[in-house]
């Protein structure tokens, strides 16, 4: 596949306003050649609104969009040589496929054989050569998807935008079609910024993400970090399944804070915080950070299972500690495994992914 090499798109203050409300409050990203960074939140966090702002749809109230270096904020989005495959996919129904991936170099004013070439190309390159004298009526969801990717590489964008690209496949489709772009933006290495608001997808398919919550940039970071050491309880809570337990600072040392439980068990959680001895804080561990067991030991808690539900080779427990605060716990399923009554859960060594001030009585249930 011919394609140059990527390019570096650059967000710097970007911030923009509908109203009273601030969709985006001086972003900066910095995104590398050939990286594909997700832009990953709940509705109405702003990752739509960057994307818009990107392409040129929709002008920033303040700050600039840069490729390469060079400013493209003046420019109208058809001179931005940037593609983008929408959530519906917005091919047109009247073309056939082969038609759809040559609208962009026919606009474009290419020769006749070149855009000849490009378009027999794309198909080689998204497998639809089989395909191209088909309507999009006769094609699946992931066929589709596979036409608005070619016709959208077919024009040489620098820049690739997916806003929400598997949104609309069922879930085994989804996964292949996640492969499939993964391995066609590696081999085109074009820059790619994605929009969603699903973890899983951000997790496996990103070089980094974005995070965003109302508006402001959480964290910018590699998968591993987003989800082992989230910025913000915001993020811990957001990617992932988030078990926080109430506690208060015990001890701070060079290793990293102590803590003290519900139960006057204290734990070594070997990270730092700028919180002081005696204040109330939320300790964040993820479900396969911790171990239920029927019996005790050093620095083991005191729960209750109040539920077991078996995914395949492990088993899912909700267990309630001695404050009556609930937390989730995936292990592999074992013979002697305990189902139901009191047990007690140990906290994996260096599992804990971070400690977070405890403003609210009811912040340790997971929000949207």
């Known amino acids: 596949m011919s394609q140059s090499a990527g390019h570096a798109l650059t967000l710097r203050g970007i911030s923009h306003a509908f109203g009273q409300v601030v969709a985006a409050n001086a972003i900066d990203l910095d995104i590398r050649p050939g990286e594909l960074v997700s832009l990953l939140g709940p509705s109405g966090c702003g990752k739509t609104t960057l994307l818009k702002i990107i392409a040129g749809f929709l002008r920033q109230t303040s700050g600039d969009v840069l490729v390469d270096g060079a400013s493209i904020s003046h420019l109208p989005t058809n001179r931005r040589r940037i593609g983008i495959v929408f959530q519906n996919y917005a091919l047109f129904p009247h073309m056939s496929v082969a038609q759809n991936i040559a609208y962009g170099p026919i606009a474009a004013g290419r020769p006749k054989a070149e855009t000849d070439a490009v378009v027999s190309e794309m198909l080689d390159v998204v497998q639809m050569a089989a395909f191209r004298d088909r309507l999009p009526r006769e094609l699946s969801g992931g066929q589709q998807q596979r036409v608005a990717l070619a016709r959208c590489l077919a024009i040489r964008p620098r820049i690739l935008l997916l806003d929400e690209p598997f949104s609309a496949l069922d879930k085994n489709l989804r996964l292949d079609m996640q492969i499939e772009i993964k391995r066609l933006q590696r081999q085109s290495g074009i820059t790619t ?130 404050d009556g605060s609930s937390v989730k716990v995936v292990q592999e399923r074992e013979a002697d495994a305990p189902l139901s009554g009191p047990v007690f859960l140990h906290l994996k060594p260096n599992r804990i992914t971070g400690l977070f001030p405890d403003h609210s009585g009811d912040t340790h249930k997971k929000g949207n």
């Open 193 to 322: 910024v994605m929009v969603t608001h699903d973890q899983e997808e951000a997790l496996g398919m990103s070089d980094r993400i974005a995070v965003l919550s109302r508006g402001n940039l959480e964290q910018f970071a590699p998968p591993s970090d987003i989800y082992d050491r989230p910025a913000s309880l915001f993020v811990n809570t957001f990617v992932g399944t988030a078990n926080l337990l109430r506690a208060t600072v015990a001890g701070i040392s060079a290793s990293g804070a102590a803590v003290r439980l519900a139960d006057g068990m204290v734990i070594e959680t070997g990270r730092e915080t700028t919180l002081s001895v005696g204040a109330a804080v939320l300790v964040a561990v993820r479900p396969e950070g911790m171990r239920v067991s029927a019996t005790g030991g050093a620095g083991a808690i005191g729960a209750e299972i109040t539920a077991v539900m078996p995914i395949g080779p492990a088993l899912i427990y909700e267990v309630t500690l001695i």
